[in-house]
């Protein structure tokens, strides 16, 4: 069975870091793309960052030059690094694992396997 | 950067009825629509992917429509779990996915 399960969220100043940590079981990390995803409190999802299986990274905009995406594949594990925080990223994070429909034409790409979430507060 | 537009915000219906929520991408994304459910604490779950094909699990009442611009999520007969709020996400402009503001199901 497919887990993720994020910690280290947590309440933190401003100008502050943070590392978030995913546990992943049931597969492995560093054979798929992982994803986070936020969730500001009340409000819609917004994709942060993506770790391909090859190791390249991407971010949004938001995020770019704040944040990096790791993993350690000795634990099975993905990170996300957090620095420069701003109340803007007060936010549930999620991590997730991107699956993938194949067709002859095209790949679909999607997040179909999720963890609970882990909330980050910043404020003073 | 493609924008996705979900109507409505929010929608009021009863055990049994129909219901249909519409996303909109800003430019073409061809099939490459996803649709998730999400209720209240809980992480979002995959319902569709590539427009229309259903997740494995997910009950047959769910279904989704759509190509270029303009996407339907339907249920057919709603049940009391299905109310929670729905978003639709765009994975043609890879990897920069975006996701619509959702649409909240409430009786």
């Known amino acids: 069975e497919v887990q993720l399960v994020e910690s280290g969220g947590g309440l933190i100043q401003p100008g502050g870091s943070l590392r978030l940590s995913c546990a992943a079981s049931?597969?492995?990390?560093?054979?798929?793309?992982m994803s986070w995803v936020r969730q500001a409190p009340g409000k819609g999802l917004e994709w942060v960052s993506v770790l391909y299986s090859g190791g390249t990274t991407y971010y949004a905009d938001s995020v770019k030059g704040r944040f990096i995406i790791s993993r350690d594949d000795s634990k099975n594990t993905l990170y996300l690094q957090m620095n420069s925080l701003t109340a803007g990223d007060t936010a549930v994070y999620y991590c997730?694992?991107?699956?993938?429909?194949?067709?002859?034409?095209?790949?679909?790409?999607?997040?179909?396997?999720w963890g609970q979430g882990t909330l980050v507060t910043v404020s003073s | 950067d493609i924008q996705m537009t979900q109507s409505p915000s929010s929608l009021s219906a009863s055990v049994g009825d129909r219901v249909t929520i519409t996303c909109r991408a800003s430019?073409?994304?061809?099939?490459?629509l996803n649709w998730y459910q999400q209720k209240p604490g809980k992480a979002p779950k995959l319902l569709i992917y590539?427009?229309?094909s259903l997740q494995s699990g997910v009950p047959s009442r769910f279904s989704g429509s759509g190509s270029g611009t303009d996407f339907t999520l339907t249920i057919s007969s709603l049940q009391p779990e299905d109310f929670a709020t729905y978003y639709c996400q765009q994975s043609f402009s890879t990897p920069m996915y975006t996701f619509g503001q959702g649409t909240k199901l409430e009786i």
């Open positions: 590539a427009s229309s």
């Open positions: 997730a694992r991107n699956g993938r429909y194949d067709t002859l034409t095209a790949v679909y790409p999607f997040f179909d396997d």
């Open positions: 049931g597969f492995t990390v560093s054979s798929n793309f």
């Open positions: 430019q073409t994304i061809s099939n490459f």
